[in-house]
């Protein structure tokens, strides 16, 4: 039989201006259209191989099965072997080049490595647009990690027309995207719960009435490389997304001790000259994007800092790829 087996590298994704809500929970349809941009340095590999020696799907995620996780693999992975038409059950493994306990193990890079490997594996050959809309429906974040370089997802009218693309290429503006891993517990809400609140919150609505304006205004910013304004809107985009969901209830705090300390010395930093903006997920941790001459400037700040355990220093970087190396 012939081998049905493939490997593909996806990067992680911040984004400048958020996702957060659902139109289709199913089919996870934003809200809103989000901007982004692919990290360089935060990676997911992943290889699958489909075969009839397989009685049962096997999925390894940074060496370790975990059932919650593995069930939402799985059901990605039918989706794929019903477009294929096969049955065949799967072997997964997938690793972070990031530590794992760094609490970044995003479900963008994964969902993206795993779509754009499995469809290979299946001899599928889908186009970019097809595969960001099959990475949105594992996790909406995903398919922005398709495409290359800064990436604009419209949330479209159905699941058709709701995918990423390149908006600009990773080379199109010399930033730094400096990931301060911030100490603290685990994350609590994960994205697709914490999402689900948003309509308890009295901002919510207020939010999407100024969304596509943002949305606008921020890919001319980046085609002008205006930064300081350009910094302005994505520091104003976290605290609004923050401000989202400190007002749900049940409030959700992503924030940790260390998250107000490089928030406060990234601004302290600007005021004295050195460049940088903040931007904050759903998490504890920061990422500063800054013009890349300041990069190390700010990492020397950040390691001043107890509560940041790590940096990781990244620059617009490519989409998901197909890699020859497997993993098993
Ligand atoms: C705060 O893509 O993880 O990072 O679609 O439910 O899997 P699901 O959610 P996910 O949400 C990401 C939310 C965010 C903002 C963003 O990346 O735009």
Known sequence: MKKLKATAVAPSNIAFIK???KKDEILRLPENGSVSVSLSNLLTKTTVEFS???QTDKIIINKAEDKKEARR???????IRDLAHINEKSKVVSSNNFPASSGLASSASGFAALTLAATKATGLSLTEKELSVLARIGSGSACRSIPNGIVEWKEGKDSDTSYAFSIFPPHHWAIGIIVAIVKGEKKEVGST???KLVNTSPFFKERLLNIEWKIKKIKQLIKEKNFP???ELLEAEALELHAITLTTRPAIIYWQPGTIKVMKLVQKARSEGLLGYFTIDAGPHVYIICEKKNVSGLVKRLRGIEEVRNIIVNEPGE????VEEHLF
């Open 73 to 79: 693999v799985i059901n990605h992975l039918d989706r």
């Open 193 to 195: 719960d914490g999402m």
């Open 19 to 21: 996702y957060w809500g």
């Open 319 to 322: 989409g998901a790829r197909i």
């Open 229 to 231: 304004l350009f910094g």
């Open 52 to 54: 009839s020696e397989y």
